[in-house]
Each structure stands twice: as structure tokens, then as C-alpha cells.
């Protein structure tokens, strides 16, 4: 007995997550009781073309995304129905175009109409106000409704019955089967033997909720200091420099502090930090001279704690204190930098942390400042979530013995001699 072929309606067959998933299914069904065909709304090269044709799928793309010409577009709708009796069920992925599709698909006999709901929300933009306006028609003359969460069948299908299909995944396809390669791959990435490493394949952009992954890899970075992220994806450039600021503001980009660790230290703060830090700012400022004839700038290495997860992890277990990042200022690029303090810290304890750095400056002859943020109401060891962009950071601990008698004095500090000579 042949197959029953099913019709997926599709933009066309690119490697995004909708397609995917149809593949995934495609290649798991016994294809001997089951057969897909496709229907394009682009006539271009895609990179499933070559399974699905060695599946014993067919192919059929029509142009309208790229000329939208609807009349066209219904005619060959006709035409293609009309040549292909053997469908009896079309599957629609595609929201936008349903309401053209699927009511010709209705005139055309075929008795069961699938929707299928992949997404929760619209892009941002007037291209997603077009397909929301669109996609609101899909509903109307469905006979069956699927969603790959019940959000996604909500958004699509409002109080119509649906039914959430999750997106199964083979996880057997992902196994490291290559010893060689694996490490190869990681080693490209520049990710160590004891570094656990999360990958997310996805398309930048805000149907994909990059913001929501990068904060819950934050808390998963707090606990797992080791473990790295990749985002692997195209997108729109803008989008994507926003998610590079978001990561750097929440500590996720290069650490200055697991660069230290991988110098040999078991965790920054410890004894040795300032060492490992002199020769990490040395051999940045000497690469910068090396690499820019006829342009000038600031290198070297910066230690703003609440915006390095790495620093972040050591301050919280109480290895990285206000008096060791002291010490480090005198052989980096900067003072001491985003440090959260307790907000009972009294006006004379932070304008003699002031002085402290002033003082390393004036004698190393060197950029030094101090940008701490009295977090009011909170006490040493909590963490200060500043949300958004801004970050988080626990806060630490200070002295607060009084040095309010010696800051009254006044005055400044004093530049240091150069020479006895003359």
C-alpha cells in the first residue's frame, strides 16, 4: 500500500529550529507508512533540499516572499492542489500565509488541516506586526492544532484545543563519539579539560530570549565557576552587540580572574595574585605597543569585580578581599573598580580607600580610581542584583575602623621625588 503523504508548508527549508524539528521528525517515521512532501514560499537552494529528497520527500517552491504576487501565488495554490489528489493532509508551519493556504486547501478537498504553533512571541518590528496581523486569521478552518508548549498555543490559537507537542530531540546525535575531535573543537574554543562547556544553537534574536539564557548562565556560572558558554547563530548585528553588552555587564565575558587561575592560582585572591596580575598587565601593554604603530590607548588588565564572574566567585568564598584588590592596583591598568560595600560605610572609610589608591597612584606614577557603590541597607555577604545590564556583585567587607581624624586634616598628597641629582 503507498504511503500517506503529508504536504509541510513551510517558508522554505533553512536550518532554523522549525525546520529542525521537522526533519527530526521526518527521519524517525517509518517513511514506508508515511511520506512527507514540501511547499516553499521561496524558490532558492535550502540546506535540507538533498535529504529530504534522499528520504523520498518532493519539493515544491513558489516565489511570493520574493515578488509578493498574492494572485499568482493562489493560482499556483490551485493548480498544485488540484495536481496532487494523493494529499490528504497539509501541515502548516507557516502562520503568516495560513490564511491563504489553508482555505484553498479546504476548496481543494483535502480533509485534514493542520497548524502548528512553534513560537510565543513576534519579532519586535514592523515585520512582526505584520505577521501577528496575519497569523491571526491561521485559526480559522484548522481541523487539528499543535504547539511545541502550551504559551506558544495560547499565543496562536487563543482558546481553541491544541495539542502541545514537545520538541523531541535525539540526544544520541550529540554524544562525543570522537575523542580527537572533541578535543580539537574545545581546544579551538580555547576551553579547558576541567571546564564543563554549555553550547545554545539558536537564531539571535528576541523570539529566542537570549537575555533569559545569560542570566540563568550567570547563576549557573556562580556556582560552576568552570563552566563556559557558546552562542552559536546569525542574526542582526545590533541585536547581537546588545547580547555582547548584556554578557559583559552580568560577567560573562573574558575574566580577568579565571585568566589568573590559569596561570596556576587555585583561586584569584590567594597569594600570588598580584604577581600573576603584573606579568598579565605586562605582557598586555607590551602586545599593544607590538601591535599598534600609529594609534595610542589604555592596555592593560582591569579588575572590575562585579563585572568578572570569576572575581565574583572569589570575593563570595572570601578568597578576593578590599585589601588583596589593593595590592593588585599597584601593578594593573586601574583602582579598585565596581566593588559593592556595605551601605553603612561611613564617609571617612571610603575617602581613605580614596586616598589609599591616590597614594599608588602619585608613587607607581600610574591611572588609579576607586569606584565603589555603598549598597544602603545591606550588610557584608549579601549580593546586590542590579538588574538589567548593570549586574550583580556581592559585597564585601571593610574595614571600618575610623580613619576620620587623619581625612580631616586636608591636604593632598605630596608628588614623589625622581632624582637627588642637581
Known sequence: MA???????????????????V??????????KVQFDFLYHYDKPCFFDDEICTLGGSIYKMTVRQDNNLPRYLRELRELFAAHPEWRIIHGHYSG??????????????????????NTAYEPNLVGRLDKLMSSRFNAGLTDRFACSQKAGEMLFGKSPFTVLPNGIDTARFAARDPQRRALLRGELGVAD?????????????????????????????????AR???????????????????????????????????????????GTTACLALLNDAVKKGGVMASNHVGGLSGAFIPVSEDAGMIHAAEIGCLTIEKLEAMTAVCSV??????????TTPAVISALIADEAAIG?????????????AIGRKAGEVLDFGGLLGYGPIMPVNQRDPSVFINRGGRLPAPMQSLKN
Open 194 to 226: 576541567n571546564e564543563i562547556l554549555f553550547g545554545h544553537v539558536g537564531r539571535f534574536s528576541a523570539q529566542k530570549n537570549h537575555p533569559g539564557l545569560l542570566k540563568i548562565f550567570a547563576a549557573v556560572r556562580a556556582r560552576l565557576p568552570k
Open 335 to 344: 583602582g579598585i573598580d565596581m566593588v559593592i560595600i556595605p551601605g553603612d
Open 229 to 271: 558558554l557558546v552562542l552559536l547563530g546569525g542574526g542582526e548585528p545590533g541585536y547581537i552587540e546588545e547580547i555582547q553588552n548584556l554578557a559583559r555587564s552580568l560577567g560573562l565575558g573574558d575574566s580577568v580572574a579565571n585568566i589568573l587561575e590559569e596561570m596556576g592560582l587555585e583561586t584569584c585572591g590567594c597569594c
Open 362 to 374: 602619585m608613587v607607581n606614577s600610574k591611572t588609579t580610581a576607586v569606584r565603589v557603590i555603598p
Open 23 to 32: 526533519m527530526n521528525v521526518y527521519r524517525t517515521i517509518d517513511r514506508d
Open 3 to 21: 504511503p500517506i503523504r503529508v504536504l509541510q508548508v513551510m517558508p522554505a527549508m533553512d536550518a532554523g529550529g522549525m525546520e529542525t524539528f
Open 97 to 118: 500565509f495560513g490564511m491563504f493556504y489553508n482555505p484553498v486547501a479546504r476548496r481543494a478537498g483535502i480533509p485534514v488541516r493542520v497548524g502548528h504553533s512553534h
